[in-house]
Structures are given as C-alpha cells and as structure tokens.
C-alpha cells in the first residue's frame, strides 16, 4: 500500500494496489485499463454516466454521476483505491455536432461540479489543479495516464509520414514558441501557422474547432495558403498537470488537418497522448500528412 | 508641398495639399473623405474595384483594381497627392456569408498583390510595413484614417451603457494583458474573457467570426456563462502602424456581442476606429452592452 503522504513512491513502477480509473468518453480509457492489467496491477474503473463507453464492462466498474463527487470518492475507497487516474473526453456527446466529438481530454466540464465551482472561476489549469488537490485532500494519489501507459505517449521524432522541408520547420518553430507563450498565459494548448504566420489559436473551442475554422478560412478565401501547407502544433502548457489535463492528438485530428489543408501536425514528445497509434499513423499516412514528436525544450 | 523626407511636418495640421484617399469597403472612406474636406483639404478617392462604395462618387475619384499598384500610384501623382491614407475594408463580399461582411479595416487582402507576396510571409504588421514602405519609396507620405478624422477615434471613458462592475472590471485588465502579449507575438488584436478566462483569440479569422465562436460555444454548452458576462477587448498591437491597420470597431460588433451574451466591448482609447459613433452607441444601449475606451498604456 503506498502512503499518499509520499508521492514518489505512488510514482514507483513498483507501486502496487488497486488503480483506480475514472473514465470519460473514448478508448483512452480502456487503454489505460489494458495497460495497469498488463503491467500485474488490479483496475476498477468508475464509468461517468453519459460519457463513459459501456466496453468499460470489461473490467471491475461502476458508474457515476459527473456531479457526484461524495459517490465517486466511496466507491474507490470500497474498491481500495489509493492511486486514481482521469481520463476521457467530458465533452457531452449529445450537446454536439458528431464531427466535434472529440476524444479530447476535456475535464473542462467537470467545472459544472458546485464544489468546485464555488471556489471560483480561472484558467484551466487553475480550476484542475483544484480537483487534482481535492482528491488528494482525500488521501488519494492522482496519476497520470501516461505514467501508465507510456505506449499512448507520443515519442520524439517522424511519428508517421515524411520529414517535413525546411519551410515548416521554421513554421513549427514559430508554432512552439507561440503555444509556449500562450500557455504561460493559461490559453490553450494549440497554434495553427501558415504562410509564416499564426493564423490561428486554440481557446476554449478545442483543436477541433480550430482545425474547422482554418478550413473555413481557407475555403472563404480570406486565408491563402498554397497547396498542402502551414502546421498544428500541440504543446502542454508550462506547468500544465499532465496528470488531469494531457493534450491529446487522434484519427479525428488527422481528419481536421486533413479538411484544413495543413502539412503536418508537430507535438511535443513526451507531453501529448495519442490514443491509438497505429489508427493516428495510417490515418496519416493516408492523408499525406506528417506527425513529428518535438524534443522537450532543456 | 511636404517633403516625403520630412515626415514630421506632413503630420502637421496645416499640411496641405490634395489628400488621396484609397477607399476599401464599407463607410469609413466617405467619412474619412468628408473630414478632410471639413478641414479645408482637397480630396481625391481611388476606389478599390470590388470593395470601395458608389457613393465614394459623391467626391473627385477614379476606380482601380486591388492588383493595380502601378496605375494607383500613377492616378494619386496625377491628383497632386502627396498624403495618402488606406481606409475602408478588404474582405471580399462576395466570398463572405452576408454577416461576415464586417467593416473590419482590413488590408490583409493586399498580400494578393504579387510584388508584396514575393517578399515574403510573415505576420499583419510585417506585410502591412511593406505596404506602406512601398508607397513611402514612391514619394508618398502614408498617414492614418485618424490623423485626419480625430472624430472617428474612440474617446476615453465610457461611451455607451453603464460603467461595468468589478467582475467585468478585472476581466477587462486579463483581457488588455493577454491581447497585449499577443500583439507583441503579431498575432491578433482582441481577446474575449468570460467566467474569468480567455475562452477565444483572434487570430486570421478576425473579431466577428470570434463573437460567433464564442456564440455557439455557449449554445453547445461547451461554455458555461451566467446570463449577460464576459468581455470583448480589442486594442492595436504594441508597435502596429496604426496608420494601415488600426482596430475598428463598428454596429456588427455590438451585434455580434450581444449574440455572444457579452456584457460590453474595452477598446484602447485613440487606438480603435468606431465608424459611425452615434450608430454604435445607440445599438449598444438597446443590446444592454457597455463600450468603454480605456487609457493608452502610460
């Protein structure tokens, strides 16, 4: 049993117990689940009624409301939880157009629990850094889904398709350090750059959107972009807890450069999930798109 | 007659001369020509063909095509203009859907030019330096739509509506700070904070397809806003030649604030262009929305 008075060894690929999985919308879910299984380590997964896939039968689960936050915390401590991971999209399904359902990491909504909501409003990263510390308030330690998973991390280097020219990887330069100084304001995550310039930056909208709008832009003629051009680039924020609030990049994303007309798609290794690598990589490479890991900055 | 090599004295009030007038879309150009010729200065309007409106007719004209730098250059030199000015929107009406057709001042458009493309991408303030430097090379001396209509400029202090309360206040101040760190990256001119973050920046898309996204955000549920809150801020970028590229803000604005449920609009006072204040004001007070002109910083 590790102590949650100790984080470091909650952390140690030797920590044992039961992992606890509360589970959004999506495969990610399920994936971490296969993982913890296959590395020796029991799961049960609370399933997030109205977002949470039913395959989650698979394994020891039960499901909760969003706002049930008094439930959810007995259920892992039934279940001897100590270490717990988030993971899933939390965009409601039904509230959307189905080219926006994202497998997006998107605790966002989670803000709808009055509990949190109470404390005030902020950035993101504040209001998740408030749940992150609520639970671990209540003796648990929150991991992250790469730290079960590694093989859902994107590595360093050509992911899927050709190196990008000389030309995008200035445009890639440009993006890292603009989503780089848009994270150290709380933003988003993600930066679109084309003809040499940003043309576009993620808010609350999401990557998805994002991708809709410059294929939009392009489509009314007010961006010009010649041919298969300009690139998404996808960086954690500074600081950002990748244990709640990982990027993510999938098929749909591939989709959305893809529509947009882009070039490639530029992550930084180590800080973005990809759901299902060998379906991002086809999906690619179908579309004659690359996918680059950028080494971590230091 | 101003000497090109002077700019200082073509700045000066009592400059004199034939100003020449390069008319994009939409009512500015004719408000602009009309406070020129209120000052005493004679007036010729090129009209861009496509953009610029019939009833730039109402004063001495001709028509050119966005292309035609050589036949504009000669037209203004055959006119006896030494000053010249760039007002009027640039997104083609034609490509946009009848509530995008802003009267954004928008001379992006220009990079359709072929002698500008050539030298390179690059963000807003780097093409449109080149535009005016362009001109600049050919003897003109490039002045600002407010250098000439002092009337046209938003005020400091409030200019429609009720002062906003402490809440909207403190969205204003991250609003100013985050669109001023996106100035300094060239990036876009207007952020909108809500619930206390940064929940969309413009970039390429410009500020009504912002207030739309933020719009249907809030429809899809994706943002959770109480009743009438949050904030447009739009101010120039740090450096941004103002006499080329200057925010404006005008009745669509209102019109796409209101629809976003915002509770009013901050502009940096001497820094944003209102077209037609009366207009402005009175559709603000019917929408329920403040427009306040903030201090420059310093």
Known sequence: MV???DPARAR?????????IIAGGGHLPLKVAEAARGS???VFIAGLEGWADPTIAAFPHDWVGVGSIGRLIRLLRQHGCREIVFVGSLVRPDLMRPDLRSLKLDFGAIRRMPSILKRGAGGDNRLLGRIVRLF???GFQVLGAHELARDLVAPAGLIAGSAPGAKVRSEIRMGVETA???GELDIGQGVIVAAGR????EAAEGTDLMLERVASLR???RLRMRGRSGVLVKVPKPGQDLRIDMPAIGERTIEGAETAGLAGIAVEAGGVLIADRPALVSAAERAGLFVLGLPKPQ
Chains 1, 2 share one sequence.
């Not at 140690?12 to 606890?20: E, I, L, N, Q, Y």
């Not at 940003?198 to 930056?201: K, L, N």
Request: proline share 7%; net charge positive; hydrophobic share 30%.
């Open 3 to 5: 102590s949650p008075a």
């Open 12 to 20: 140690d690929a030797s920590a044992s117990g039961t992992v606890g």
């Open 40 to 42: 020796g380590r029991p």
């Open 136 to 138: 671990e308030r209540e």
């Open 180 to 182: 780089r100084r848009l």
């Open 198 to 201: 940003v043309v576009a930056v």
């Open 219 to 221: 489509t009314s003629g």
